[in-house]
C-alpha cells in the first residue's frame, strides 16, 4: 500500500488466499484492505494515538439517514456526552479531495452536527470547524487533541 501523509503507526495484518486484512481495533475484528480501508486505519491510529482520543469514544463504520437514506460515515469521534465532535470523511489516495467531497460530509453533518470535520484521502488532509450561526466552515491547521 501507498505511503500516506500520517505519523508512523504500527497497523496488524493477515492473509487468507489472496485477500489481505487489516484489523481495526474499534470494530475488534480484520477488515480487507482496500485503498479506503488503508486511510481510514491511519485515520483512527492518528486520531488514537496522536490527539489522545480515547478508543472508547471513537465509531468506524455505521449508518446514518440522510434524507431518508441510508449512508454510512467513515469515523466519527464523540464527546463524553454523547454529541459528536468529529466527523472525518476518508477517500482512497488516488481520489482527489473536491467540492463534492466537501458536500458529502456537510450532508452528513446536517444530521450528525459535529462540531469539527476531517476530509483526507491519506495525502490531503482538510480540517475545519463547524460555525453553525454562520452556516460556514472555519479551516483550521489541525484538529484539537482530546482534553
Same mark, same amino acid.
Not at 105 to 122: D, H, K, P, Q, S
Given at each position: 500500500?501507498?505511503?500516506?501523509?500520517?505519523?508512523?503507526?504500527?497497523?496488524?495484518?493477515? =492473509?487468507?488466499? %489472496? !485477500? /489481505?486484512?487489516?484489523?481495526?481495533?474499534?470494530?475488534? $475484528?480484520?477488515? @480487507?484492505?482496500?485503498?479506503?480501508?488503508?486511510?481510514?486505519?491511519?485515520?483512527?491510529?492518528?486520531?488514537?494515538?496522536?490527539?489522545?482520543?480515547?478508543?472508547?469514544?471513537?465509531?468506524?463504520?455505521?449508518?446514518?439517514?440522510?434524507?431518508?437514506?441510508? =449512508?454510512?460515515? %467513515? !469515523? /466519527?469521534?464523540?464527546?463524553?456526552?454523547?454529541?459528536? $465532535?468529529?466527523? @472525518?470523511?476518508?477517500?482512497?489516495?488516488?481520489?482527489?479531495?473536491?467540492?463534492?467531497?466537501?458536500?458529502?460530509?456537510?450532508?452528513?453533518?446536517?444530521?450528525?452536527?459535529?462540531?469539527?470535520?476531517?476530509?483526507?484521502?491519506?495525502?490531503?488532509?482538510?480540517?475545519?470547524?463547524?460555525?453553525?450561526?454562520?452556516?460556514?466552515?472555519?479551516?483550521? $491547521?489541525?484538529?484539537?487533541?482530546?482534553?
Amino acid at each position: 500500500m501507498q505511503r500516506l501523509n500520517f505519523p508512523p503507526c504500527e497497523l496488524r495484518f493477515r =492473509k487468507d488466499a %489472496d !485477500v /489481505v486484512s487489516v484489523f481495526d481495533n474499534i470494530r475488534r $475484528k480484520f477488515i @480487507v484492505l482496500t485503498p479506503e480501508e488503508w486511510v481510514r486505519q491511519h485515520v483512527v491510529q492518528y486520531l488514537l494515538n496522536d490527539l489522545r482520543y480515547p478508543k472508547s469514544l471513537v465509531n468506524v463504520e455505521k449508518v446514518l439517514k440522510v434524507n431518508g437514506l441510508s =449512508k454510512r460515515y %467513515d !469515523v /466519527v469521534v464523540f464527546n463524553p456526552d454523547g454529541s459528536i $465532535k468529529i466527523l @472525518v470523511e476518508c477517500k482512497a489516495p488516488d481520489v482527489a479531495i473536491s467540492q463534492a467531497t466537501f458536500d458529502q460530509i456537510a450532508r452528513y453533518n446536517l444530521t450528525m452536527n459535529a462540531e469539527f470535520l476531517m476530509v483526507t484521502n491519506g495525502l490531503n488532509h482538510y480540517f475545519c470547524r463547524m460555525d453553525f450561526e454562520a452556516k460556514q466552515y472555519i479551516f483550521l $491547521k489541525s484538529l484539537p487533541d482530546y482534553r
